[in-house]
């Protein structure tokens, strides 16, 4: 792999993204310079109040040492996956706000592992009705006959309180297990857990099921998958990038959050785990060289920005292209290499200095 270019590239007359409400709050862009996300951490006690909250909450559930808190230090912090070796237990429910952009855009509540429904205390009730999604870690690497049993009770509780959250299950840890015995794991939780609540007669509730590890990009991709569920737009964004790719030669074509790596959305062209790890890395490169090489000495800690851009041609035809599309999402497409180098292609044709800018149906504008 060759990295072409990574450079500053402005763009003519595109609307400011703005048009879209994105957060145009400058205090957010430290999120790059801290390894932080620009969050709110909190501890909640069972009782807080959260009146006046309105974002998506997702809440992290499973039993204790599944993975929760790794998983969202590893995916929302940055922290290498060998650093939660040292990760101390969960105690309280902890809250944090990811507010990168205006479609990742969320509460993250991670849950003590035994959290008791008939503790008086904790309003139950309360976290369920607000919640867009609830992901339950299942340590794949220890017996989970207790782990379903937690799950079934869980969901069931949750169900009854508000049907509209998503249930996803992380079979999480799967970094220990060959490929065989991955699917195999797989095919009997789903099966153990579906059982259950048919016994319940509650065969109606969902349950999506994800196979994951802090080690590899499983757990990113999962995330993803959870996030682009919690936005409304959804539907709209892939309309929109399949009439981009179709009218540009693009194979596929990506939108990013680049803080967290999460994908919110994409064409409907299958994703494999390799494009998307391309992707990630991709983004890794780009802001890694903009932090040593794109900001000049007295600036601060704002290496993603208008001008962010890279072009990367791989070994075998296919070249990678970013572009900044807001401070914080990035389009990444991967293109042969003959249609990319063709004059008519927006990409190349003038399109460094001259975006393509996509109409959406709310009037406004994306410059790509
Ligand atoms: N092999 C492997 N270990 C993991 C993975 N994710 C987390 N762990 C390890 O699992 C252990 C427990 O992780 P935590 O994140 O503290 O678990 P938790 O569910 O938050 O635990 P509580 O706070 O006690 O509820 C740590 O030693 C992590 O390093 C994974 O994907 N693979």
């Given at each position: 792999?060759?990295?072409?270019?990574?450079?500053?590239?402005?763009?003519?007359?595109?609307?400011?993204?703005?048009?879209?409400?994105?957060?145009?709050?400058?205090?957010?862009?430290?999120?790059?310079?801290?390894?932080?996300?620009?969050?709110?951490?909190?501890?909640?006690?069972?009782?807080?109040?959260?009146?006046?909250?309105?974002?998506?909450?997702?809440?992290?559930?499973?039993?204790?040492r599944s993975g929760k808190s790794s998983i969202q230090k590893v995916v929302f912090h940055k922290m290498s996956p060998n650093e939660t070796l040292f990760l101390e237990s969960t105690n309280k429910i902890c809250r944090e706000d990811v507010s990168s952009s205006s479609f990742v855009s969320f509460q993250i509540w991670d849950f003590p592992g035994q959290i008791d429904f008939f503790d008086p205390t904790f309003?139950?009730?309360?976290?369920?009705?607000?919640?867009?999604?609830?992901?339950?870690?299942?340590?794949?690497?220890?017996?989970?006959?207790?782990?379903?049993?937690?799950?079934?009770?869980?969901?069931?509780?949750?169900?009854?309180?508000?049907?509209?959250?998503?249930?996803?299950?992380?079979?999480?840890?799967?970094?220990?297990?060959?490929?065989?015995?991955?699917?195999?794991?797989?095919?009997?939780?789903?099966?153990?857990?579906?059982?259950?609540?048919?016994?319940?007669?509650?065969?109606?509730?969902?349950?999506?099921?994800?196979?994951?590890?802090?080690?590899?990009?499983?757990?990113?991709?999962?995330?993803?998958?959870?996030?682009?569920?919690?936005?409304?737009?959804?539907?709209?964004?892939?309309?929109?990038?399949?009439?981009?790719?179709?009218?540009?030669?693009?194979?596929?074509?990506?939108?990013?959050?680049?803080?967290?790596?999460?994908?919110?959305?994409?064409?409907?062209?299958?994703?494999?785990?390799?494009?998307?790890?391309?992707?990630?890395?991709?983004?890794?490169?780009?802001?890694?060289?903009?932090?040593?090489?794109?900001?000049?000495?007295?600036?601060?800690?704002?290496?993603?920005?208008?001008?962010?851009?890279?072009?990367?041609?791989?070994?075998?035809?296919?070249?990678?292209?970013?572009?900044?599309?807001?401070?914080?999402?990035?389009?990444?497409?991967?293109?042969?290499?003959?249609?990319?180098?063709?004059?008519?292609?927006?990409?190349?044709?003038?399109?460094?200095?001259?975006?393509?800018?996509?109409?959406?149906?709310?009037?406004?504008?994306?410059?790509?």
């Amino acid at each position: 792999m060759t990295t072409e270019r990574v450079s500053a590239l402005s763009g003519g007359d595109a609307p400011e993204d703005s048009a879209l409400g994105y957060y145009d709050d400058e205090d957010d862009l430290d999120a790059f310079s801290d390894g932080e996300l620009g969050c709110e951490d909190g501890v909640l006690g069972f009782s807080d109040s959260l009146s006046g909250e309105v974002k998506p909450r997702i809440l992290l559930m499973g039993l204790r040492r599944s993975g929760k808190s790794s998983i969202q230090k590893v995916v929302f912090h940055k922290m290498s996956p060998n650093e939660t070796l040292f990760l101390e237990s969960t105690n309280k429910i902890c809250r944090e706000d990811v507010s990168s952009s205006s479609f990742v855009s969320f509460q993250i509540w991670d849950f003590p592992g035994q959290i008791d429904f008939f503790d008086p205390t904790f309003d139950y009730e309360m976290i369920f009705r607000g919640t867009g999604a609830l992901i339950f870690v299942i340590d794949s690497q220890d017996d989970y006959v207790e782990a379903l049993s937690r799950l079934h009770l869980t969901v069931t509780r949750a169900y009854k309180v508000n049907p509209d959250i998503n249930f996803e299950v992380f079979i999480h840890k799967v970094d220990g297990l060959s490929d065989d015995h991955k699917i195999e794991k797989q095919r009997d939780i789903q099966k153990r857990a579906s059982d259950d609540l048919a016994d319940a007669g509650l065969e109606r509730i969902h349950l999506s099921f994800y196979l994951t590890s802090i080690y590899d990009h499983s757990i990113f991709e999962a995330f993803s998958k959870v996030v682009q569920k919690l936005i409304p737009q959804l539907p709209t964004l892939e309309n929109l990038l399949n009439i981009f790719i179709s009218n540009s030669g693009i194979e596929k074509a990506f939108l990013f959050d680049v803080v967290s790596k999460i994908y919110i959305a994409t064409d409907s062209s299958p994703v494999d785990m390799q494009t998307y790890e391309l992707c990630c890395d991709m983004i890794d490169v780009v802001i890694d060289i903009s932090c040593i090489y794109g900001l000049a000495d007295c600036e601060a800690g704002l290496p993603y920005d208008k001008e962010s851009m890279a072009i990367i041609h791989l070994n075998n035809t296919t070249v990678m292209y970013l572009k900044e599309v807001t401070k914080f999402l990035a389009m990444v497409c991967f293109v042969r290499r003959d249609s990319f180098e063709r004059k008519d292609n927006p990409l190349v044709s003038g399109g460094f200095l001259q975006p393509l800018c996509l109409r959406t149906g709310d009037e406004s504008w994306w410059r790509v």
